[in-house]
């Protein structure tokens, strides 16, 4: 029998007391105010941005909802608490809606707007305001711009690395100071200083765009760095992805041969008079101790060479070069829409020793994306350089082979007048080992820092369960996340690489976008999948695509275009995204159906396939993990078409519905036809294939059963191993589950042989590998040709352990998470398990826990939401049977025996 008991009951009659002094409560006011995601942006350029915001969730009430809100926007703080002269009071709306409020008004460029916002409760309870938030517009228009784009007086020789480039510039502000703006871009990274103090903490700006079509500038507030009388600014250029090593040829010069800097510093004094100190020929230019830098391979930093002050006032500018104005359109300029990247953790080293080969080296005690700051003493001319790699060989020393043609090094050259910090400027590396050479001993610990950079996401994902390798298993899937989005979702971040894969992308897209707020950098990076569409539709292999216009069109890769948008409107509620990206996803649909044309089966076209399979050697022929190109293709073709139908249900585009509906019928008669008999047996008889026709719902009703059995048969006769590749992974578990083999899903997640999501765990892995065998069993590498240990594709398991161990699930109906399911799949051996998922409402939370022969199940459901919460009627397994609730928000706990 079960007992259901609904906590809280005892408590009933304290809370009902309390609950009716409450009711008089105001609602709390409106918390983490956004704008386009975005907490008090500034420089940005949406037209109609969106507000949104979070009711505070009071642990002792339940059912909290908004039911109206008002919203003020002001031109300052003051006439906005004093709600005078409202440039916008939309009035009180009668609406749930607390995300994705639309601005309705025209917007001017450089112009701050403050705004609050207060709501209303499910008992017409009015809150206060909240505290004040704004956002600033940015230059908007290629004409507002009046410096000119400049580039370095001095030469340089395009064919090779040459020292990053300072430009500088004093200039006299005659009065005081009541605002200033700097707004900057450049070809290549730059980093800016003004009166010797770092404008911003924002690393590798401008970031990485198609920058042949959209070049971001980004906006400072640098005000308080400013002075009345004399000032200065110096600002530095690194080759970064413009022209420095990139690509798969290592090639040089990707986008251009020349560095070149836009900056437009305004000023506003207190009497009102606006003064423009822009780039331009009074500009002088120079080199300084940066003489190389690239993404691959490092930088070359020579201490002697230094120029102290530079960016200051009274610097002596004798052998400086005057600058060259340069003719670049300002038409491609765009704010940014995501976020930047910055130094986010820092770590220190866990273990400094000597290996069998005699080499120094540190262990960081984790993979990471970034660099070591690092302290060190000697005469003038030592140098010292460090070698970054991810692991030891099976002997314990240094690995750097899978590193390709990336030297992923460090030279530092001291200048000798004591101990000297550094740090490199425009260059990140994957590592968890560095190997120093040039030091007479050991480091101290304490010299030596681990600075992880990555995309300034906020993190709103946990999950913590009994079985400590799977824990780690979560680690390294939000280190690999972390790593891995460094300004656009890249495949690797070490070896030659580290570009925007479209299939990694799309295959750990829902995982991430439980990890960490993955809304902004993901909206930025689809603007570039779309300016990167080819005119018939082909989408790139990686995008910003570097790789040419024919590494376009794989299926599973290029589906990126439909999958990640329609990711973001179930995870975000996002439906501008849609609209936004609706032409880019149909027009990859178009595209394979022309490459499909009349019998609407993709068998032509280059196609990465179920990259990296396993393959047993041995087995090949016995149990194929192979899947035919052309079977997934089609798979892929049916899926995308699907989600081009619903977004255009979503968007109201009914012409399209049925015209993509129509194809969509053809393709999942097509496919059956040709791949699968009348009882759902497969060709390709794989994981993989079985997988993908499930989850993408290719099969008829009557083929299911079937198709299912064999692919349980599959896994059971390879002993509960997987066989998938980057296509079939991310869905395997999520197909078992649906279909009532949750306890098949486990045995594949606890699985600790290879191949398994555990077994890199086993072998120390604190990242996810690229490959199943990237260590093999006897310790030795797989190829050196592509071994990357930090490559996130197979972390997409993290998206199942959220949704169906903890069941934390997006509703498509009324998706973003303003309505719930919660459909836990409690399991034996993992004893208990706790997610957390901060969504744009608040934080769900869903665990349970096995004790004797009772679970405990607790969630919290946040305000303004609802859910469905799903309990297993024997406690455990829901494929039999489940007590379901309708729930607003709050606090739920039940207690079932389990049978
Ligand atoms: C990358 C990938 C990518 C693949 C294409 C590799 O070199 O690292 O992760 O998706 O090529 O199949």
Redesign the pocket.
Known sequence: WNIMKYLGITSAFILLFAFSTYTLIAQKAATDLRCEYLQNPIGIGVEQPRLSWMIPSEPEKKNIKQSAYQIQVASSIDNLEKSKRLIWDSERVNSEQSTHVTYPGELTARTRYYWRVRTWDQDNQESPWSEPAYWEMGLLHAGNWSADWIKPGHSEDPKIANPAPLMRKEFTLDRNIAKARLYVTSHGLYHAEINGEEVTEDLFTPGWTSFAKRLQYQTYDVTALLQRGDNAIGISLGDGWYRGKFGFSSGWNLYGEELALLAQLEVEYTNGKKEVIGSDATWKSSTGPIRMTGIYDGEVYDARMERPGWSKVGYDTGDWSTVKTTDISKEKLIEPRGVPVRKKEILEPKKIFTTPAGEMVVDMGQNMVGWVEITFDGNAGDTVSIYHAEVLDKDGNFYTENLREAEQRMQYILKGDGPQTFAPQFTFQGFQFIKLEGLDALPDPSSIKGVAVYSDMEQTGTFECGVPLLNQLQSNIQWGQRGNFLDVPT??PQRD?RMG?T??AQAFAPTACYNFHTAAFYTKWLGDVAVDQKDNGAIP?VVPNVLGDNAVGSTG?GDVATILPWTMYLKYGDVRILEEQFETMSGWVDFLDNLAGENHLVQDGFH?GD?LFFIHPTEWNAKPGYSDVDFLATAFFGYSTHLVVEASKVLGKSSETAKYQSLLTEIKSAFQEEFVTKKGRLSPHSQTAYTLALAFDLLKEDQQENAVRYLVKNIESRDFHLSTG?LGTPHLCRVLSDRGYTDVAYKLLLQESYPSWLYPVTRGATTIW?RWDGIKPDGSFQTTA?N?FN?Y?YGAIGDWMYSVTTGIQDDPKNPGYKHIFLRPHPSKELQYANASHKSLYGTIHSSWKIEGDQVTFNFVVPPNTTAVIEIPQNGINPAQGVDRYEVGSGSYTYEIAVQ
Do not use: L
């Open positions: 495949d690797c690489e894969w299939g990694d292999f890769w990465f990259w980057f690229e592509m990357s490559h594709a």
